[in-house]
T-cell receptor
């Protein structure tokens, strides 16, 4: 069975600091991994996805994530946080032959001025 | 903006009533998935429709049902509403039903059951 664990329900960083949001997955088959962002009162927007090509995936708004099979991780990073990055971030997994996407519980990112 | 629209934006119902939520998919997309997002949680998969047929279902009771129309718009129907059905309901359309497809989410319908 697939599952996603996001470590830390809340993360707070200063503007300009590194953003690191952690995601670990469990999947019995090669996974496909996604990061979504949700701004208040809005739907989810895809930041990036891993589909077994390059292990380092670059997304929108300066975010990137690295797939590490040995650690079953897909952590999201951004070198320098901006106030506009404050939002809820969701890691998600799907797999070959599956039809549904499993989401983590989310991490709320706060950015301090 | 993703091109996926949902209506209504907010809805208040009482326990036991029925509700229909609507979703208009992005142009060219033949697959739609519905999710329930309770407060403070990640979206939970309800079901997926592909070319007007149910393509898979999550762990939700039969009182949650859906339809997809020839123009690929869709509905989510919930009968016998319970208090725990209060949540944000999201639909997401994709170009095809593959596991790797990018899903484009609508803004959601926030349902409150009293």
């Amino acid at each position: 069975a697939q599952s996603v664990t996001q470590l830390g329900s809340h993360v707070s960083v200063s503007e300009g600091a590194l953003v690191l949001l952690r995601c670990n997955y469990s999947s019995s088959v090669p996974p496909y991994l996604f990061w979504y962002v949700q701004y208040p009162n809005q739907g989810l927007q895809l930041l990036l996805k891993y589909t077994s090509a390059a292990t380092l995936v670059k997304g929108i708004n300066g975010f990137e994530a690295e797939f590490k099979k040995s650690e079953t991780s897909f952590h999201l990073t951004k070198p320098s946080a901006h106030m506009s990055d404050a939002a809820e971030y969701f890691c998600a997994v799907s797999h070959t032959g599956g039809f549904k996407t499993i989401f983590g519980a989310g991490t709320r990112l706060f950015v301090k001025a | 903006e993703t091109g996926v629209t949902q209506s209504p934006t907010h809805l208040i119902k009482t326990r036991g009533q029925q509700v229909t939520l609507r979703c208009s998919s992005q142009s060219g997309h033949n697959t739609v998935s519905w999710y329930q997002q309770a407060l403070g949680q990640g979206p939970q998969f309800i079901f997926q429709y592909y070319r007007e047929e149910e393509n898979g279902r999550g762990n939700f009771p039969p009182r949650f049902s859906g339809l997809q129309f020839p123009n690929y718009s869709s509905e989510l129907n919930v009968n016998a509403l319970e208090l725990d059905d209060s949540a944000l309901y999201l639909c997401a359309s994709s170009f095809d039903r593959g596991f790797q497809e990018t899903q484009y989410f609508g803004p959601g319908t926030r349902l409150l059951v009293l």
